[in-house]
């Protein structure tokens, strides 16, 4: 098999691998963003439900966690597809890691810019939402990118619980002949494509955030 | 809800009796008594940690207080209460350190509160927001971003910011004490102005010229206590405490 077959071949994964991550998107950032500012806000026993969410979800090891959710929900009588666990396991996971970044991004901001806003007369929910989180975002966007980075990454995870995501299209094929350097290294490398894209997005975001403070 | 008050002063922008706060054990205001009139223009001088700041602060209540009476603008305002974000609408504050939000314009900066807080549609607050920025002669810079003014243009943004709210009442503490000297008076003659134009202001400043030209009265602080208030004319020529004496000989010298 020639290094573009098997590249082509591996190819016919990216779709799931890519549902996956995009998906897993979808559960990471709002589960950042609220349970960091929640994390930033609650006090008492509502800090201790959201910190244990989160720890929850980041201290545990991913495969243990695709593995309880894939194959123990069933018998709870939850039945969810292989692509929604893997994405909600690795966006939560990667989520959890998200919220730390949002909260030091909160309380690393100045104390000005929430006292100018409330004396302006605006709610505190309204500080945050218009102040407060998109000072934050902006600060937290190249923490924010890596994140996603290990998101894609982590789906190779997914062709654990039989996923035919590039991961496991590259060890159908590695099963037809032996050529692990040609198979693993066409695999390496359409990881890079895959994520190489997105650092650019990141540099070209982060860019234009610059620009607009220093024109 | 907030409970209006029928103060036997009614033309009184604020009133205090008998103010007390405490940062943990450390007592910052001891049994303060003020009363600003509406038209009247307060200095509030004194050494650092005598309690300028946190007095003013109170007034908005950025800092609550613990004990005693606050009122203003008719409202006696208390710790928790309801309503509060509508109240600081009609008390502009300006920051020693501008306090601007570094990711709108200044025109957005302008436009914010008067959006989100008190509801105009957008063409209106950027029409309120363009007068404010001539009135304080900076309306070139209206679609720059703070940060690419200078630290004497960003305070006068912020004045205008706190302006286009139409305040009843505005609060400075010490906003010319961040700007390097040249830039000083750009801030200073946008403040004398609005002085004229009879707005109620509370300034906590180091300004002595300014006090002497605008104030109707100086508010001398040490220690959390108001141990002297007169008119300029007279806390600058013979000031009674010998606490104000030793303030003023550092100052003038």
């Known amino acids: 098999m020639s290094f573009f077959a098997i590249l082509r071949s591996i190819y016919e994964g990216f779709g799931i691998t890519a549902a996956v991550a995009t998906l897993g998107l979808f559960f990471a950032i709002p589960f950042a963003v609220i349970a960091g500012v929640l994390q930033h806000f609650a006090t008492g026993p509502l800090r201790w439900i959201v910190t244990a969410i989160i720890e929850f979800w980041r201290s545990s090891s991913v495969i243990v966690l695709l593995y309880a959710f894939y194959y123990t929900l069933p018998a709870f009588g939850i039945f969810l597809s292989g692509i929604t666990v893997g994405a909600m396991v690795l966006g939560f996971n990667i989520g959890g890691y998200g919220s730390q970044s949002v909260r030091a991004a909160l309380q690393s901001l100045n104390k000005g810019q929430r006292e100018a806003g409330l004396a302006l007369g605006l709610s505190r929910f309204d500080v945050l939402r218009l102040i407060e989180l998109p000072q934050a975002i902006t600060a937290m966007f190249p923490t924010f990118i890596n994140q996603a980075i290990q998101l894609i990454k982590g789906t190779t995870l997914v062709s654990l619980i039989a996923l035919t995501d590039m991961t496991f299209r590259a060890k159908q094929i590695s099963e037809l002949g032996y050529n692990p350097v040609g198979i693993y290294s066409a695999l390496a490398l359409s990881y890079l494509i895959l994520c190489y894209p997105v650092t650019i997005f990141g540099r070209k975001v982060e860019r234009r955030f610059a620009t607009r403070k220093a024109r | ?253």
């Not at chain 2, 309690?51 to 800092?63: A, P």
């Not at chain 2, 927001?129 to 720059?144: C, F, G, S, T």
């Not at chain 2, 000083?184 to 707005?199: C, F, N, P």
Request: hydrophobic fraction near 40%.
């Open chain 2, 1 to 253: 809800m907030a409970v209006q008050m029928n103060s036997s002063s009614d033309n009184a922008a604020v009133t205090m009796e008998q103010l007390c706060k405490w940062y943990g054990s450390f007592q910052v205001l001891h049994n303060v008594d003020l009363s600003v009139a509406v038209g009247e223009r307060i200095v509030v001088c004194g050494p650092s940690g005598s309690g300028k700041s946190t007095l003013v602060r109170c007034i908005n209540q950025l800092e609550t207080h613990e004990k005693g009476r606050l009122i203003v603008n008719g409202v006696e305002l208390y710790k928790g209460m309801r309503g509060l974000a509508e109240l600081r609408r009609d008390v502009g504050m300006v920051f020693q350190q501008f306090n601007l939000f570094p990711h709108l314009t200044v025109l957005d900066n302008c436009t914010l509160a008067l959006v989100r807080a008190r509801k105009l549609p957008r063409d209106q607050a950027e029409e309120i927001a363009m007068e404010n920025l001539k009135k304080v002669r900076i309306p070139e810079q209206a679609h720059k971003f703070p940060t690419q003014l200078s630290g004497g243009q960003q305070q006068r943004v912020a004045i205008a910011r706190a302006l286009c709210m139409k305040p009843k009442l505005m609060l400075f503490d010490e906003p010319t004490s961040a700007l390097d000297p040249e830039m000083i008076k750009e801030v200073l003659d946008v403040m004398t102005e609005l002085a004229r134009d009879g707005m109620t202001m509370i300034c906590v400043t180091h300004e002595m010229g300014f006090a002497r030209e605008v104030a109707d009265r100086i508010i001398f602080m040490d220690s959390g206590r108001i141990i002297e208030q007169a008119a300029p004319s007279k806390f600058f020529k013979n000031p009674e405490h010998p606490r104000a004496q030793q303030f003023l000989g550092q100052m003038l010298h």
